[in-house]
């Protein structure tokens, strides 16, 4: 996987390489904030599964899951395709949810952060594509625009779900925010 990214102080741009597992393998499922557990069963029933990780101490990610949030309440139908991974303990993450209002599923990757540890990223929010057979098909780390609305893009279109955009207006959402 390949990462651009463009200083936009200096007009130039620079690739990362991120070596990202090849497959999502559960050591066993996790929690849900509001009760179930989030397993393979998950990712086997959809085209694509959608992954944020976040951590609720990142600016990066208070500035996206507001935006994930409103994309996610405009949706058709719920679904247990696109959720949130926290990072954070049990009792910060029901007050983090509470605080943003934030609907979407939330798993509890803590405290030993096996899932995340598994998919080797190095800076939240981390997104991840994954195919029903666990193959991980695309990962983003940070906060790149055109990134973020391609995976949304392709994940509303293998799942055949109609969805207005993530971004009202592209143009005014910053190309990119460090993780």
Not at 22 to 36: K, Y
Not at 136 to 161: C, T, Y
């Amino acid at each position: 996987m390949h990462q651009r990214f463009r200083m936009e102080n200096q007009k130039k741009e620079f690739t990362l390489q991120a070596s990202y597992p090849t497959n999502l393998i559960l050591a066993r499922p996790l929690p849900l904030l509001h009760g179930g557990m989030f397993s393979e069963a998950v990712w086997q029933a959809h085209p694509l599964t959608l992954l944020v990780f976040y951590k609720q101490s990142c600016q990066t990610c208070l500035f996206l899951l507001p935006y994930l949030n409103a994309f996610y309440r405009r949706l058709p139908g719920r679904t247990e395709n696109l959720l949130l991974v926290s990072q954070d303990a049990p009792a910060e993450t029901r007050e983090f949810v509470r605080r943003l209002g934030l609907e979407l599923p939330v798993a509890l990757d803590y405290p030993e952060y096996a899932l995340s540890r598994h998919c080797n990223f190095t800076a939240v929010p981390a997104l991840f594509l994954i195919g029903p057979s666990g193959e991980i098909l695309q990962g983003s780390e940070g906060f790149v625009r055109e990134e973020v609305v391609a995976m949304l893009d392709r994940w509303k279109q293998a799942n055949r779900v109609k969805a207005a955009p993530l971004f009202d207006d592209p143009a005014a959402v910053p190309a990119f925010r460090p993780g």
